[in-house]
Each structure stands twice: as structure tokens, then as C-alpha cells.
T-cell receptor, first 113, second 112 residues
Framework: EAQVTQNPRYLITVTGKKLTVTCSQN?????MSWYRQDPGLGLRQIYY???????DKGDVPEGYKVSRKEKRNFPLILESPSPNQTSLYFC????????????FGNGTRLTVT | LAKTTQPISMDSYEGQEVNITCSHN???????ITWYQQFPSQGPRFIIQ???TKVTNEVASLFIPADRKSSTLSLPRVSLSDTAVYYC?????????????FGKGTKLSVKP
């Protein structure tokens, strides 16, 4: 089944403890991206990647890192999480061609205390 | 980058047709218009996409006027299960444009 898989689904951590949220897709998509969703603010893009070893900042990249060493994986790294990063995170992927729709994962709900 | 504006919320009743309009005044020539549906605690999922005029699939219709500065998602005969947040996204994503800007979405509530 074609899908985008995020892990974990739920994560509670403390301020300053490094964490990684994984994202993997099995559709051979070139394009991958991360979003955070907060009440009243909709989806905001954190980082995106047009292909392996090619990443770029979205609208809210502060406090996050990403890497794209393999085509299928695009982990989101929080080196020193803070409470304002408590949010619902989504990973998405698509083919790197015009009008290719995004496929989203089911989300990771992160709480930083 | 095309910015979108949608109504924050809409209410409807089962069996009615619902039209949600999205404004995107600075849409670029290469941009497509795509609508996504999101249920609580799930990722958004693709509904429909278009470039101009009208597109219809088994779920919805998308109307795009000639100037492409707005678009309207039409959901025929909605049911309770259509209660969700609907996002309009404008861009050449996957092509040359990786930075995508979603609007805040329209929360549709369908009542019995």
C-alpha cells in the first residue's frame, strides 16, 4: 500500500532533550516536506526537500533540522526542544513534477514540557 | 508565492450543496489549484485539482474562472461524514517550487 509513515504518533518529552521524528514513504517520491499544525494557524511548512541531499527552509524552520540521505526517508530533528514546539507535525511527499498532489502521513503529536 | 484566503468556517445541513471559495489574487502562470480535506487527527488528503475552467471527479467539482484569481470547491449533497477542514493550496509544487503555503483552511460543519 502506498503510504507515508511517521513515527512515533505521540511523543511527550522535556525541554532540551534531543528527539527525532521519522518519516518514510514507499512511493519513490522525490519531494518531501514537514509541516506543523497549530490551532488557528493551519499548516505551516518547516522544511522541504526536492531530492536526496537537497533540503531548504520553509516558513518556520527555527529550532528544527532535517536530512535527506535516502530518497525514502526524511527525518525531522529537534536538537533542543522547547515548549513552543508542542504541536501536531505532518510529513508529506509527492513526485517532483508539476501538479503532483501531496501524500500526507497521519501525524505526530509532540508535547514538550 | 500565491497566498490564499478562505472563510474560516461554514455550516451546512445534510443533503445540501456546499461551495467553498478560495481567493488567490497573485496566482502565477505555472500554479495549479489543489484542495485537500482533513479529518481530526489525520493528515490532509487530496480531493481535487485544476488549472482552469471546471474539473469534476467522484467526490467534488472545482470551478476556476478565467482570471484564476479565485476558485470554488463544490461538494454535492453533503453528509455528516463531510465534516472536516478543507484547505486550498496554490502552487507549482513538485515542480520548481518547494516552498508551499497553506491557508488556514475552512472548517465545514454538516448538521443532520
Amino acid at each position: 500500500e502506498a503510504q507515508v509513515t511517521q513515527n512515533p504518533r505521540y511523543l511527550i518529552t522535556v525541554t532540551g532533550k534531543k528527539l527525532t521524528v521519522t518519516c518514510s514513504q514507499n512511493m519513490n517520491h522525490e519531494y518531501m516536506s514537514w509541516y506543523r499544525q497549530d490551532p488557528g494557524l493551519g499548516l505551516r511548512q518547516i522544511y522541504y526537500s526536492m531530492n536526496v541531499e537537497v533540503t531548504d527552509k520553509g516558513d518556520v524552520p527555527e529550532g528544527y533540522k532535517v536530512s535527506r540521505k535516502e530518497k525514502r526517508n526524511f527525518p525531522l530533528i529537534l536538537e533542543s526542544p522547547s515548549p513552543n514546539q508542542t504541536s501536531l507535525y505532518f510529513c508529506a511527499s509527492s513526485l517532483a513534477k508539476t501538479n503532483s498532489p501531496l501524500h500526507f502521513g497521519n501525524g505526530t503529536r509532540l508535547t514538550v514540557t | 508565492l500565491a497566498k490564499t484566503t478562505q472563510p474560516i468556517s461554514m455550516d451546512s445541513y445534510e443533503g445540501q450543496e456546499v461551495n467553498i471559495t478560495c481567493s488567490h489574487n497573485n496566482i502565477a502562470t505555472n500554479d495549479y489549484i489543489t484542495w485537500y480535506q482533513q479529518f481530526p487527527s489525520q493528515g490532509p488528503r487530496f480531493i481535487i485539482q485544476g488549472y482552469k475552467t471546471k474539473v469534476t471527479n467522484e467526490v467534488a467539482s472545482l470551478f476556476i474562472p478565467a482570471d484564476r484569481k479565485s476558485s470554488t470547491l463544490s461538494l454535492p449533497r453533503v453528509s455528516l461524514s463531510d465534516t472536516a477542514v478543507y484547505y486550498c493550496l496554490v502552487g507549482d509544487y513538485g515542480g520548481s517550487q518547494g516552498n508551499l503555503i497553506f491557508g488556514k483552511g475552512t472548517k465545514l460543519s454538516v448538521k443532520p
